[in-house]
């Protein structure tokens, strides 16, 4: 089974410019997270899709940061205009429906830095 | 705010040791708590997954335990390995967030030959 893919997996760019990241989750998993992971702190939930729609982005700072996940398959996150406080690792998870556990399965992440 | 606070930050052992990394959190309605491993420049992989109903979870030379009433946990690791060395993430999903995960920062740890 193919795990979770995210590309790219290095990005450098400069304050006030855009960038995306793309993430293909687990076949048939109906949930996908991404997270930000700021060096030396755990995980943050930006964004939780479940298929299409929106199920929690209470942590999504909205002025600059948008995601999308059409068809309910792939998904993107895009930062515009980028601060240099958005360095981080941003890692993408998807979990199946099935079960109680709802285990998380993670992509390696994208490491953006931020000039 | 439901959080996750995880000590030591790092810690760094001797090859054959055996040792404990311990994680609190701050309410017991909690659905499952999971033990992660991430090694530099890669994602997270689960280790061990403890649901709320349980006392711990074994899996070769890892052992996790749950004690809801204290809000802990903690990861027995015996017989450390340099191949041991990463960090290590304890996350809960506590019933008043549903689905999300809450992180602590994670345990540093080295194991050295």
């Known amino acids: 089974e193919a795990g979770v893919a995210q590309s790219p997996r290095y990005k450098i760019i400069e304050k006030r410019q855009s960038v995306a990241f793309w993430c293909n989750p687990i076949?048939?998993?109906?949930?996908l997270y991404w997270y930000q992971q700021i060096l030396g702190q755990g995980p943050k939930l930006l964004i939780q899709f479940q298929n299409n729609g929106v199920v929690d982005d209470s942590q999504l700072p909205k002025d600059r940061f948008s995601a999308e996940r059409l068809k309910g398959v792939d998904s993107t996150l895009k930062i515009q205009p980028a601060k240099l406080e958005d360095s981080a690792v941003y890692l993408c998870?998807?979990?199946?429906?099935?079960?109680?556990?709802?285990?998380?399965?993670f992509g390696a992440g994208t490491r953006l830095s931020v000039l | 705010k439901q959080e996750v606070t995880q000590i030591p930050a790092a810690l760094s052992v001797p090859e054959g040791e055996n040792l404990v990394l311990n994680c609190s959190f701050t309410d017991s309605a909690i659905y499952n708590l999971q033990w992660f491993r991430q090694d530099p420049g890669k994602g997270l992989t689960s280790l061990l997954l403890i649901q709320s109903s349980q006392r711990e979870q074994t899996s070769g030379r890892l052992n996790a335990s749950l004690d809801k009433s204290s809000g802990r946990s903690t990861l027995y690791i015996a017989a450390s390995q340099p191949g041991d060395s990463a960090t290590y993430l304890c996350?809960?999903?506590?019933?008043?967030?549903?689905?999300?995960?809450?992180f602590g920062a994670g345990t540093i740890l080295r194991v050295k030959s």
């Open positions: 996350a809960v999903r506590y019933v008043e967030y549903g689905n999300k995960l809450v």
């Open positions: 076949s048939g998993h109906a949930t």
């Open positions: 998870a998807s979990s199946s429906l099935q079960g109680r556990a709802n285990i998380q399965y």
